[in-house]
């Protein structure tokens, strides 16, 4: 069975500094692109950055390019979201993903981070 | 950017009816392999969201046959023959084609 468990999520200050984890089992991890996206109650469901199998290409949103880096471990079957320079607006419920050629298809179940002072 | 336009955002349903919800995108998802990059989620009370149609029209494993996917280019539909009271939820289109990757603003269907 193929889940994906989040992890790292909290509460944090603007300007702040945070690192997601994304734990995948049930599947071969290093065969499979991963994905992170985020929901925030404004702005419904948002891609936010791609990683290829080996971790040596990855796509980001403009909006978080600079700011949010994507890589991964395929020893510990992990894929990780630094977020550096937090603001309010990243404030939102953040998943990884099971990225396939024709969709997202496995997703995690999130985990809550909040930008706030 | 691609940006995806779905239409109703709010769907009150009563059990046994049908449902459809629309999902426009504003360029074409057609690949030159013909396939339209097309996926529709939904997102159970709690939950992540789960696919239920990749490709504009191929139902994901597991998916009730009351869910069908239909469209090209950029205009989509998903059905649901008879809606059941555990298809309570948001349902978001998203298109696959380029990154970035977008969704539309979602669909809550309700039951009356």
């Known amino acids: 069975e193929v889940q994906l468990v989040e992890s790292g999520g909290r509460l944090v200050q603007p300007g702040g500094s945070l690192r997601l984890s994304c734990a995948a089992s049930?599947?071969?991890?290093?065969?499979?692109?991963m994905s992170w996206v985020r929901q925030s109650p404004g702005k419904g469901l948002q891609w936010l950055a791609n990683?290829?199998?080996?971790?040596?290409?990855?796509y980001y949103l403009d909006s978080v390019k600079g700011r949010f880096t994507i890589s991964r471990d395929n020893a510990k079957s992990s894929v990780y979201l630094q977020m550096n320079s937090l603001r309010a607006e990243d404030t939102a419920v953040y998943y990884c993903?099971?990225?396939?050629?024709?969709?997202?298809?496995?997703w995690g179940q999130g985990t809550l981070v909040t930008a706030s002072s | 950017d691609i940006v995806m336009t779905q239409s109703p955002l709010s769907l009150p349903v009563t059990p046994g009816e049908p449902a459809s919800i629309s999902c426009r995108s504003s360029q074409s998802l057609l690949h030159s392999n013909g396939n339209n990059y097309l996926v529709w989620y939904l997102q159970k009370p709690g939950q992540s969201p789960q696919v239920l149609i990749y490709?504009?029209?191929n139902r994901a494993s597991g998916v009730p046959d009351r869910f069908s996917g239909s469209g090209s280019g950029a205009d989509f539909t998903l059905e649901i023959s008879r809606v059941e009271t555990e298809d309570v939820g948001v349902y978001y289109c998203?298109?696959?084609?380029?990154?970035?990757?977008?969704f539309g603003q979602g669909t809550r269907l309700e039951i009356k």
């Open positions: 998203m298109q696959a084609l380029h990154t970035p990757l977008t």
């Open positions: 990683i290829n199998r080996d971790g040596s290409e990855e």
């Open positions: 049930g599947f071969s991890f290093s065969n499979y692109w």
């Open positions: 490709l504009g029209s």
């Open positions: 993903a099971r990225a396939i050629a024709v969709a997202l298809d496995y």
